[in-house]
């Protein structure tokens, strides 16, 4: 998938905060991550020999991410570890997220509907059997 440009509108303010974090782009594409941290049952799919789903991958799982998901880069040095600790890396984010996130709750899980082709060929079938 292409990249797509977008332009924000800030406060002069805030635009010398911005002008002060290097690689703002990829620091929004973070943030914008963390937000749309709605997880998903359905999303488990661990990795054969580790035990843990992969952490980038959208939509987040709910089992393996019960709080949601780590940046890449969190994801990244927990992939080149000699010996990957899926408890490091869930302390990781749980540490980055202490403040912003009642960590007491997990985040909303959402319902997955049926793809369209799977609800059309179920309304075929209906059809085909009425």
């Not at 997880?39 to 488990?44: G, L, P, R």
């Not at 709080?67 to 749980?94: V, Y």
């Given at each position: ?6 332009t924000?509108?800030l ?11 290097k ?23 661990p990795?054969?020999?580790l035990?843990?789903?992969n ?19 969190e ?7 000699k ?17 912003f ?17 799977k609800?059309?060929?179920n309304?075929?079938s ?5």
């Amino acid at each position: 998938m292409g990249r797509m440009i977008k332009t924000v509108s800030l406060p002069p303010h805030l635009h010398e905060k911005a002008e002060q974090i290097k690689n703002f782009s990829g620091w929004v594409q973070d943030r914008l991550e963390e937000e749309g941290s709605i997880v998903h049952t359905a999303a488990h799919r661990p990795i054969d020999g580790l035990g843990i789903c992969n952490g980038v991958r959208r939509p987040t799982c709910a089992l393996c991410y019960p709080h949601g998901a780590p940046t890449r880069d969190e994801w990244l040095a927990f992939r080149n570890e000699k010996t990957p600790s899926i408890e490091n890396l869930q302390s990781t984010i749980t540490t980055r997220l202490e403040g912003f996130v009642d960590l007491s709750t997990k985040f909303h899980e959402a319902k997955v509907q049926p793809s369209f082709f799977k609800r059309l060929k179920n309304a075929v079938s209906a059809f085909k059997e009425s």
